[in-house]
């Protein structure tokens, strides 16, 4: 069975650096899109940043300049830098993955990892 295992969260001041890391466990026969989502209380779950296999990334433009995503096999990963109290939120994996080689790609989420950034 495959999965996203996040990891990397915790408490930050303002102004601070985090990395959050994504693997995709199990076998995997394909990545397409990786991407990370964030959902702060009480609102809805967004996206933050997308990269396609093989093309550019794109950013929330409440992050371009301040966060980077970068993708190494079934990794992706997510440099948090200049980080704001509101960029508070769970961090969510999300990939479009393909579990046999004969299969569609299947859009799956992690678990989430919490970023707290304290004032």
């Known amino acids: 069975q495959v999965q996203l295992v996040e990891s990397g969260g915790g408490l930050v001041q303002a102004g601070g650096s985090l990395r959050l890391s994504c693997e995709a466990s199990g076998s995997v026969f394909g990545i397409n899109a990786m991407a990370w989502y964030r959902q702060a209380p009480g609102k809805q779950r967004e996206l933050v940043a997308l990269?396609?296999?093989?093309?550019r990334a794109n950013y929330a433009d409440s992050v371009k300049g301040r966060f980077t995503i970068s993708r190494a096999g079934k990794m992706v990963y997510l440099q948090m830098n200049s980080l704001k109290p509101e960029d508070t939120a769970i961090y969510y994996c999300?990939?479009?993955?393909?579990?046999?080689?004969?299969?569609?790609?299947?859009?799956?989420w992690g678990q989430g990892t919490q970023v707290t950034v304290s004032s």
């Open positions: 999300n990939a479009d993955l393909r579990p046999q080689w004969n299969s569609d790609y299947v859009n799956s």
């Open positions: 990269i396609p296999s093989g093309r």
